[in-house]
């Protein structure tokens, strides 16, 4: 095949290098804007896993790279006057110069032909190529010409920053926080060669504006940064190989991905790779990755389908199939290290203490998990629970190792639970005339002696045209009353958990099916009317329609919540939770795409909170001082024009003015035209922004599923506590079964079960040596 690579960047080099190893048949040129040998940009960064790749691919790049590469285990924060060390992360810096000089001489040795200073503007300049590679870079021509057919998605991100380096040594990869007059800068820090080292500082671009760096040029925004970051340069100066730009050589990073990677132009087949195609943010050092493993990918296909013109179509079809899942995920977690860092001034740095932040921080990208640290770190690791645990007023002896974070105790009020787990309120459409029985005596009796340190029972509704079903519980008479005594005295009796209960009202979604007969679906017969905030159908054309509230019937609500509230205080509810989300009658009130009114309730989010305010305020006067009370909020509309993260930092602050302990941070579930981002802890995002922006303390909810993600969300100070839903309906004691999973023992059981606890923790250890242990093969 005739194969022309337009950009000499690591992508273009190292799949041409590839296939002519693979063939020296192949013609192969790389085409190279600049001179031979000659490079811009400091040092890069990639994981032990791809350097692992490329030694499978071609040992001898490998082994030249390794020889001038940079390895270091080890992160470092330095922040408010500390320095904290984590190993056992693995990664690998070299020069970017360095890295193209190898491959283009590894290049030269197969035979590739590397034509230096001609600028390649499109494609179509070779039309006796099979195959043209676009891996022209961030600013890739080739995509731009035909932006039509790539469909990139390109976007800006906020921060500004400067790619800087220095002769100033540094034994780890280093994060290094200052706090300035006008906020946060950060620098991204990393050892290349024997020599030098990359020192990129990163600011938000407020910051940045307010200290007049928009209107530096290049030397005197090093110098700013010399000064900022003095007490760590040693003496050292930064510099700048963007002296060539004129104005200031503070950029923005912009994240790419394309809906589609290649195209046939009439000539030649033509497929991007490498920044052309994908961006990922540096903090995960990722770029590089990308690039090598996208040449890596698409010689493998080449190899799988056959080297040949004819096999080209089948083989760029695969590698965008195959590539994109690899991207997106990685892109993902670039994603989520970015916001971190765009956020980290004025959401973590004034509010987390120096250890939990670097917890924060070594786990932003949600691809390290509590455990995961165990295995790179043991000892770093160990250190931090012992600090939360003390934190958490637990006293941990010095020959003992502290309880992971889900197994601490929270207080609140007068409450504190024995752990950081708690049952998610779910309807079991199960109540008859709204008086919870049996199966919820069972349901949640289970539940409370399964290790969860508080139980929720499902929306227990304030009125019989409150419910969403005929199937759902309330609390308005004294039948009802006396079911949920009954309940919670059990609970009381049988277990050390607490009882929590979630009052609301159904609103426009009411008057409908069980679950299982059709969800939101109306009755048949037997409807009651709806209210709600202004007049809607949840279901357009389907769900029967609600009438917009009146003055009169709104005061008959509240007045319906405040003897709900007072029946629970009597009868010995422990935690009471107001329900303001999911499109309720009170979430109805506050998202805009439900309210529509004219009063003094509709309009502004102070005016659309007002109601469910003064629903709290009143339900706050009478629940006893010493019991906690939380409210549950849909922190995303997921629909455009809706409730945003923005608003929920905002409704959070106004729940928290009117006396509210924690927020339980849900979202959705307002309009059927939602289009959620599903995805393993999505909601904890909005717990994260709201506790640490807010100043409230929150309760994380959504896809949370194991240990790993519990102890990872509450270390990292995402959240306070976790509601877990589903996992709870599969098993009753999951938090026993997890903990047992995790190896931690020092967790008490229900004395009649006492004997499956040893069982179980032997079990999983069995199962944990037996996944650790070499495989031996039985003899045929």
């Known amino acids: 095949m005739k194969i022309v690579c337009i950009g000499g960047g690591p992508s273009g080099l190292y799949f041409g290098l590839l296939m002519k190893k693979q063939n020296p048949g192949h013609d192969i040129t790389v085409v190279e804007r600049n001179k031979p040998y000659d490079t811009f940009g400091w040092g890069v960064v990639f ?24 390895h270091w285990d080890d992160i470092e924060l330095r922040f408010k006057g500390r320095s904290i060390r984590s190993g056992g992360h693995g990664f690998v810096g070299i020069g970017r110069k360095k890295l193209l000089n190898i491959l283009q001489a590894r290049c030269e040795e197969l035979g590739v032909h590397l034509v230096f200073e001609q600028e390649a503007t499109s ?28 469909k990139p998605d390109i976007v800006t991100r906020p921060n500004r920053f400067i790619w800087l ?11 290094i926080f200052e706090k300035t007059e006008h906020g946060w800068f950060q620098a991204h820090v990393y050892k290349f060669d024997e020599n030098t080292t990359t020192f990129i500082v990163e600011t938000p671009e407020e910051v940045w504006r307010a200290h007049g760096l928009d209107q530096m040029g290049v030397d005197a925004s090093v110098a700013f940064c010399e000064g900022l970051f003095k007490e760590h340069l040693g003496g050292h100066p930064l510099m700048s190989n963007a002296r060539h730009l004129r104005g200031s050589a503070w950029i923005n990073f912009q994240r790419i991905k394309c809906d589609q990677w290649s195209f046939h132009n009439g000539n030649s087949h033509v497929v991007l790779m490498g920044d052309a195609v994908h961006t990922a943010h540096f903090a995960i050092g990722s770029g590089t990755k990308l690039a090598i493993e996208d040449a890596i990918e698409l010689t493998r296909l080449f ?57 924060s921080m070594l786990t932003r990208s949600q691809r390290i998990s509590h455990e995961n640290l165990r295995l790179r770190d043991a000892q770093w690791l160990g250190d931090f629970e012992r600090w939360f645990a003390e934190s958490a007023g637990v006293p941990v002896p010095a020959d003992k190792a502290a309880p992971p974070p889900m197994f601490t105790p929270y207080t609140v009020r007068g409450l504190t639970l024995k752990n950081r787990v708690v049952v998610s309120p779910m309807a079991q459409y199960s109540a008859v005339d709204g008086v919870a029985g049996d199966y919820h005596l069972m349901h949640l009796g289970a539940r409370a002696v399964g290790g969860a340190a508080m139980v929720f029972a499902e929306m227990t509704c304030v009125s019989p045209e409150g419910r969403i079903t005929p199937g759902c519980p309330g609390l308005y ?69 609600a009438q917009a509230i009146t003055l009169a019937e709104m005061a008959t609500v509240l007045a319906e919540f405040v003897r709900s509230a007072q029946d629970a205080a009597e009868i010995g509810v422990d935690w009471l939770e107001l329900h303001c989300a999911h499109g309720y009658l009170l979430s109805s009130f506050i998202s ?33 001082q010493e019991r906690p009370m939380s409210v549950r909020i849909s922190a995303h509309d997921w629909v455009e024009g809706g409730i945003t993260p923005d608003d929920a930092v905002l409704i959070a602050r106004a729940f928290k003015a009117a006396g ?12 059927k035209k939602e289009k959620p981002v599903y995805g393993r802890m999505f909601q904890t995002p909005f717990a994260d922004r709201v506790r640490n922006e807010a100043g409230i303390a929150t309760i994380a909810v959504g896809a949370i599923s194991e240990a790993d ?24 004691a999951w938090t026993l079964t997890e903990a047992a999973k995790i190896g931690y023992t020092a967790v008490a059981w229900p004395k009649p079960y006492v004997s499956g606890k040893t069982q179980m923790e032997s079990n999983f250890a069995r199962e944990k040596a037996q996944a650790a242990a070499p495989q031996v093969k039985e003899p045929a």
Request: glycine share 6%; charged share 20%.
């Open 303 to 359: 190899q799988q389908h056959g080297a040949t013109a004819q096999s080209i179509p089948a083989v760029l079809k695969d590698y965008q199939a195959s590539r994109n899942i690899d991207v997106l995920r990685l892109q993902n977690a670039a994603w989520n290290a970015m916001e971190w860092f765009e956020v980290v001034g004025h959401r973590y740095a004034d509010t987390l203490p120096p250890e939990q932040f670097m917890y």
């Open 123 to 150: 494609d179509a300049d070779f039309p006796e190529a099979d195959l043209v590679i676009a891996s022209d870079g961030i600013n890739s021509r080739v995509r731009q010409a035909h932006a039509d057919i790539f």
């Open 660 to 671: 509210a302990d924690l927020i339980d941070c849900s979202s959705g579930q307002v309009s």
């Open 477 to 545: 008479n004294a039948e009802q009353k006396a079911a949920w005594k009954r309940i919670a005295d059990w609970i009381h009796t049988h277990s050390d958990a607490k009882f929590a209960m979630q009052l609301g009202h159904a609103g426009a979604k009411g008057s409908t099916r069980l679950a299982w007969e059709g969800i939101d679906q109306p009755l048949v017969q037997g409807n009651w009317p709806l209210v709600s905030a202004s007049a809607q159908q949840y279901l357009p054309g389907v769900s029967q329609t």
């Open 47 to 70: 994981s032990d896993a791809t350097m692992q790749n490329m030694r499978q691919w071609d040992a001898e790049t490998a082994a030249t790279i390794e020889q001038a590469f940079n």
């Open 592 to 624: 805009p795409l439900t309210n529509q009114r004219t009063d003094a309730y509709g309009g502004s989010l102070e005016n659309r909170l007002r109601y469910p305010l003064e629903v709290f305020r009143a339900l706050r006067e009478v629940w006893p």
């Open 165 to 175: 380096g220095t002769h100033q040594q540094f034994d780890a990869f280093n994060f």
């Open 709 to 732: 993600h519990v102890n990872s969300i509450i270390a990292a100070g995402r959240a306070d506590l976790c509601a877990v839903a589903r996992p709870h309906l599969a098993n009753p």
